[in-house]
């Protein structure tokens, strides 16, 4: 096994660089509930980190803890070499981790563009007199920020709904949405809730191409859930697998394939 | 065959660039719509990045004569990179950009294409697949590097690598001075009706003379405006966008994406517009089915000047005679009515329109005539560098195609097969002396393929069918297919349709029901289905067609000669023909042999007293993967109308 903790080259030349991020020991309960049980784990630059798991293993647990929107009872979460203590979500979002949700959370009656266009709120710094006259440093801002969110239009080639209300959408271009809206916000890690899930093979095909696209691309490091293990073999470079708030397995696609704990946990073996 | 134009006017397109530099260097030449904004060019920006590219091309080692393939979605830079060939003596060879790999292979291989320009990943990864047996292609310059860092560069360069490159500026102008009416400007592949395509060589005459010509026929202007949506490989779009562009001056403009060509073209407002007649029913349809969904005071404001339109409109643009009420009700209709769906439509400033490459249904092609839109109908091919007849404005019919072209000379033969002669015929078939001789004799007059007439009094020519296509029928009489698909394709329910009868005693047909409108109707009627083929076999569906064919019918009986074509029976085919099976060509005209052989079972049992058939189909998709639908098709029998003669006794 390579040793995951040093920068490295992946096989088709992507530069994997230090840790980015580290889990260390974590633990969340809900009441008398444990839904992640002792984990760690990290991510590094650069990669494509999927976590798996079957139902109810604490995979969106997980990464609500990443994105702030719960804090562990035990446990340190280091963010860019530096501990960070417990913090809001709108907190976390300001250090660079940007996520899409499971359930689309887009503002229905917005435009494509409006909608992309929020993800630039941390951008945005001009105070409310200014942005109220739209003169000077609102003005200006407004323009680079659009600059920027047309560069995501472009690259998840949405130009075509760009001014098309997102409740009018199908649920597969709903979704693209959503991965430009966290993309304007030009992350340093991307959080994907299920990116594929309820899409057809084609719709997933095209999703998986521009999570590749945005990794290769933009180097954005991703760490995704995902309940397709065709998909998730195929995009990552390591993987976690849960079961039961356990972490069972950690390794490369080819790793965690052949692990049996694995194997069980898929297979449905009974628990003691 | 006219003269040349004066011995010191321009003999190449490269010349052309620079005379339009010198006359009108800040006048806008390309516009594209990139980050949402129209980006723009003018004139002596783009001789800029043509003369960038050109250097860069030779730095790369192209040689004279050399072939360079361009392939990929229309796009400024791809014009500039088929000029910027020329300007190295190179020569273009544009491809459709949603061809298979085998087809780009064989084209390639057949021109021995030494570089390919392509827009994206998706061109690269088609030529990186057929890699192997493309042997004469060094190198792959790309538009669009995204998705492309991974990859093997080491016969890969972006284009704005190329261009930056720099180079031997005298050797460039010593070819581009080099250049006279006799080389070859651009070659383009025809679709390929049948067998293998073609390499048509254009010259440099062949373009300017065309360009010069048909710009002047139509009074265009250096402050026109086109959209450049069609595909880049055929010769249309070459004359349009390249050719009359170069030689009037007036700006090209290039859409977003492949998917905003309406909100494009509703922001550019072209005022010279080229649609074949897909996209005029396509635009007509949406308009219907949306009329259908608005209220009722604005339904009846539609219908009521939609009635005023049809009467008044077409007089009124040809310049006869109307009557003073009938003009106001006119004018109060373009108010509220014409002026507002035509900005809608993107249509508001065309002077001139033309649509071609199919018939047009009459009640299309007069709906947007109405509407005061100056819609014309030409009739031409690649061999003749389009123009072969046009419609002059004041005698615009929608069952002609118009008058000979400036310095185009028609023919008749006994067959009925359309001959014509002009500055425009190409060269030669590239690598193929056989099939160039078989098509076009000593003299220069070249064979269209097509049956057809010059109408009395008119002048006008009339074309009826694919020469081959028209044939006899059992008892004798002529047998037209093409005349009657037309007729069933007019109804917006009719996407496609196929007649058979060649050696038969009677026709019988395959029709392809058109799933926006059929899906829209079945919507309004409360029928359920869940696929097209469910859809296609529904009883109502059948019944509808039922109707159509009858009328079709009706109208065939009336023409003496063709009164035979009536079609006794048909069925509802369970898919759509789809270029991806081979079922038609690229720009979208059924191949009629493959249709026949690949659904041979369905054609016995037309001519059978079977009342329904089992099949199964092979189906492409578009990712390549094959797959295979089965169905159960019902066999109708259609009313036949009474025919004249039987009629008169």
Not at chain 1, 191 to 211: H, Q, T, W
Not at chain 2, 103 to 123: F, K, P, T, W
Request: hydrophobic share 40%.
């Amino acid at each position: 096994m390579k040793d995951m903790l040093t920068p490295y080259v992946t096989d088709d030349g992507r530069q994997i660089g230090e840790t980015l991020m580290d889990m260390r020991n974590i633990t969340l309960r809900f009441g008398g509930v444990e839904a992640i049980k002792d984990i760690s784990f990290n991510i590094q630059e650069g990669e494509i980190r999927a976590i798996i798991g079957p139902n109810g293993a604490g995979k969106s647990s997980m990464l609500n803890v990443i994105s702030g929107f719960y804090n562990p009872q035990e446990g340190e979460v280091w963010f860019r070499g530096k501990k960070r203590p417990p913090m809001k979500p709108f907190q976390v979002a300001r250090l660079g981790i940007a996520r899409t949700f499971q359930n689309i959370a887009l503002f229905e009656g917005m435009s494509v563009l409006d909608n992309v266009m929020t993800g630039r709120l941390n951008h945005m710094n001009a105070g409310l007199f200014s942005q109220a006259l739209w003169k000077g440093r609102a003005e200006r801002e407004e323009t680079e920020n659009r600059e920027a969110v047309e560069r995501v239009i472009d690259f998840l080639e949405i130009q075509a709904i760009r001014k098309t209300p997102v409740g009018r959408l199908p649920y597969g271009l709903k979704k693209r949405v959503e991965l430009a809206r966290a993309l304007a916000a030009e992350p340093k890690l991307l959080l994907l809730d299920e990116p594929m899930a309820g899409m057809n093979v084609e719709e997933k095909e095209d999703m998986s191409r521009f999570i590749l696209d945005v990794n290769d691309e933009f180097g954005t490091t991703i760490a995704l859930i995902e309940h397709d293990m065709g998909v998730v073999m195929d995009l990552s470079d390591r993987v976690i697998v849960m079961d039961y708030g356990r972490k069972i397995g950690d390794g490369t696609p080819d790793e965690v394939r052949n692990n049996q704990e694995v194997i069980d946990a898929y297979l449905g073996v009974a628990h003691d | 065959m006219t003269t040349d134009v004066s011995r010191d006017a321009p003999q190449s397109l490269p010349a052309l660039l620079a005379r339009n530099v010198a006359r009108f260097p800040d006048k806008p030449a390309f516009r594209e719509k990139e980050f949402g904004i129209w980006q723009s060019w003018t004139w002596a920006e783009t001789a800029k990045e043509i003369d960038a590219f050109a250097l860069g091309l030779l730095t790369l080692g192209a040689s004279e004569g050399d072939h360079i393939a361009i392939i990929g979605r229309n796009r400024p830079a791809l014009y500039w990179a088929m000029v910027a060939a020329q300007k190295v003596g190179c020569i273009p060879v544009p491809l459709y950009q949603d061809a298979a790999a085998e087809e780009i292979a064989y084209a390639l291989n057949h021109c021995g294409a030494r570089y390919a320009v392509v827009g994206d990943q998706e061109q690269v990864d088609k030529i990186a697949d057929v890699r192997a047996d493309v042997t004469a292609l060094e190198h792959v310059i790309y538009l669009d590097g995204r998705g492309l860092r991974k990859y093997d560069h080491s016969h890969m360069t972006s284009y704005a690598d190329i261009a930056a490159k720099g180079g031997d500026r005298a050797e460039m102008e010593r070819r581009t001075n080099a250049l006279t009416y006799d080389h070859t400007s651009v070659m383009l592949y025809t679709s390929g009706t049948t067998g293998r395509p073609k390499g048509v060589v254009l010259s440099n005459r062949n373009v300017i003379e065309t360009a010069k010509n048909s710009s002047e026929f139509d009074h265009l202007l250096p402050t026109d405006e086109v959209l450049a949506y069609l595909p880049m490989a055929w010769v249309g779009d070459f004359i349009f966008s390249v050719g009359q562009a170069m030689w009037t001056g007036f700006c090209v403009n290039c859409p977003e994406s492949e998917h905003t060509m309406l909100t494009d073209l509703r922001e550019i407002g072209p005022t010279y517009f080229f649609a074949p007649p897909r996209v005029f029913e396509n635009q007509l349809t949406s308009v219907m089915i949306r009329m259908e969904d608005a209220g009722r005071f604005k339904k009846w404001l539609f219908d009521h000047y939609m009635r005023v339109a049809r009467r008044v409109g077409p007089a009124l643009l040809d310049g006869k005679p109307v009557s003073f009420g009938d003009r106001l009700s006119y004018a109060l209709g373009n108010i509220l009515v014409y002026g507002p769906l035509k900005n809608t439509l993107g249509l508001s400033r065309i002077r001139i329109g033309y649509t071609a490459g199919e018939a047009i249904g009459p009640e299309i092609f007069d709906f947007y005539r109405a509407l005061g839109i100056n819609l014309k109908q030409l009739y031409g091919q690649t061999e003749a560098t389009v123009y072969i007849t046009q419609q002059p404005d004041g005698e615009v019919r929608s069952d002609t195609v118009g008058v000979p072209s400036p310095g185009v000379e028609l023919k008749i033969a006994d067959n009925g097969e359309v001959f014509y002669r002009s500055p425009g015929v190409f060269v030669e078939y590239y690598k193929n002396a056989e099939s160039t001789a078989s098509t076009k004799d000593a003299e220069g007059w070249v064979a269209t393929g097509d049956a057809g007439f010059i109408e009395e009094g008119t002048g006008h020519l009339r074309i009826i069918d694919r020469a081959k296509d028209v044939g006899k029928m059992a008892d004798g009489s002529l047998f037209a297919p093409k005349y009657v698909e037309n007729k069933l394709k007019f109804y917006p329910n009719i996407l496609e349709a196929v007649v058979f009868g060649a050696g038969r005693d009677r026709c019988c047909a395959f029709i392809n029901i058109d799933l926006t409108a059929v899906g829209n109707w079945a919507e309004r009627n409360n029928i359920a289905y869940s696929s097209y083929q469910e859809l296609s076999q529904h009883p109502r569906v059948l019944e509808m067609i039922d109707g159509h064919v009858a009328e079709v019918n009706a109208s065939v009986a009336q023409d003496e000669m063709l009164a035979g074509c009536q079609i006794h029976r048909f069925l509802v085919l369970h898919k759509e023909l789809d270029a991806d099976d081979g079922e038609m060509t690229r720009t979208r005209k059924v191949r009629r042999a493959v249709v026949g052989q690949k659904f041979d079972d369905l054609v016995n049992a037309l001519y059978s007293d079977a009342t329904e058939i089992y099949t199964e189909t092979e189906v492409t998709y578009e990712d390549g993967r094959k797959g295979k639908i089965k169905a159960t098709l019902s066999i109708r029998d259609a009313i036949v109308a009474p025919t004249m003669k039987v009629a008169a006794e």
